[in-house]
Nanobody
Framework: QVQLVESGGGSVQAGGSLRLSCVVS???????????VAWFRQIPRKEREGVAT?????????FYADSVKGRFTISEDFAKSTVYLQMTNLKPEDSAVYYC???????????????????WGQGTQVTVSA
């Protein structure tokens, strides 16, 4: 009922920028309503890490992990059902597979990305070289 498709990953040098996109296709009864959309990232053999969250449709302020504050910006185009993650001043430690996830707006209101997300994209690889 809800499908998420990420794009925009790639390889850049440290200090560079990338913009990830997540298109949220919702054919459920909630189509057209706000969602909590989050970006997570994961590297092999490490736990998945929350990066940023946003409630689409203007439902509150975005939230960022400390590790990306001031460098990453999450935003949305509600009409296009797309959430973006603009990443600047990238560091090698930002290298990971980035996933977008979505659920009802309340998923954004848990501390430390602790909300439950029922819908996930397939992931897009970001590689930052030193």
């Amino acid at each position: 009922q809800v499908q998420l498709v990420e794009s925009g990953g790639g390889s850049v040098q440290a200090g560079g920028s990338l913009r990830l996109s997540c298109v949220v296709s919702d054919s459920s009864y909630r189509r057209g309503r706000s969602n909590c959309v989050a970006w997570f990232r994961q590297i092999p053999r490490k736990e998945r890490e929350g990066v940023a969250t946003i409630v689409t449709g203007g439902g509150g302020s975005p939230f960022y992990a400390d590790s990306v504050k001031g460098r990453f910006t999450i935003s949305e185009d509600f009409a296009k059902s797309t959430v973006y993650l603009q990443m600047t001043n990238l560091k090698p430690e930002d290298s990971a597979v980035y996933y977008c996830a979505a659920d009802v707006p309340s998923a954004c209101f848990y501390d430390n990305f602790g909300g439950t997300f029922g819908y996930w994209g397939q992931g897009t690889q970001v590689t930052v070289s030193a």
